[in-house]
């Protein structure tokens, strides 16, 4: 089968339709988006841990932890959400599902981030809701 908005496969009942040139695009976003949170988290991860004075918390906040710990939370989430981004770009079905997951993951570890960089965790909870928008709802139109 081929790939795009020409593209047609079966569904369930065994009937053909056309794949929404728009659902390609959005889950191909969304793949892109998760490749940059990804990356961004990476960044975000690193600097936490090769400069542990960067991140200042707002005292009596319940989610204190060390800056160190949450350059290896930021680390090794960016890392998996990269790979799984990888995986929904060359249209593999379990990373949807994956990608949905980590991104959930993200927004929460993000939302609990809100005291160390506010702009920097809102602006990746904003980009992982895009990402599980567009894998919930177009993930299934361009599924192979």
Do not use: C, K
């Not at 047609?8 to 191909?28: K, Q, T």
């Not at 892109?32 to 542990?52: D, P, T, Y």
């Not at 991140?55 to 060390?66: G, I």
Request: net charge negative; charged share 10%.
């Amino acid at each position: 089968m081929t790939h795009g908005a020409a593209a047609s496969h079966y569904d369930a009942a065994g009937e053909e339709h056309e794949v929404s040139g728009w659902a390609v695009g959005f889950v191909l976003f969304a793949g892109v988006m998760m490749i940059m949170s990804g990356g961004f988290q990476i960044f975000a991860g690193l600097v936490a841990l090769i400069e542990n004075e960067f991140y200042v918390a707002t005292r009596n906040y319940m989610f204190q932890f060390d800056a160190t710990a949450w350059g290896w939370i930021h680390l090794l989430g960016g890392l998996l959400v990269l790979a799984a981004g990888f995986a929904v770009i060359v249209g593999q079905t379990w990373a949807r599902v994956v990608g949905i997951i980590l991104a959930v993951l993200s927004a929460l570890a993000n939302f609990a981030f809100i005291p160390y960089y506010p702009f920097w965790a809102l602006t990746i909870i904003a980009l992982d809701v895009f990402v599980i928008w567009a894998l919930a709802a177009h993930g299934r139109d361009v599924a192979v």
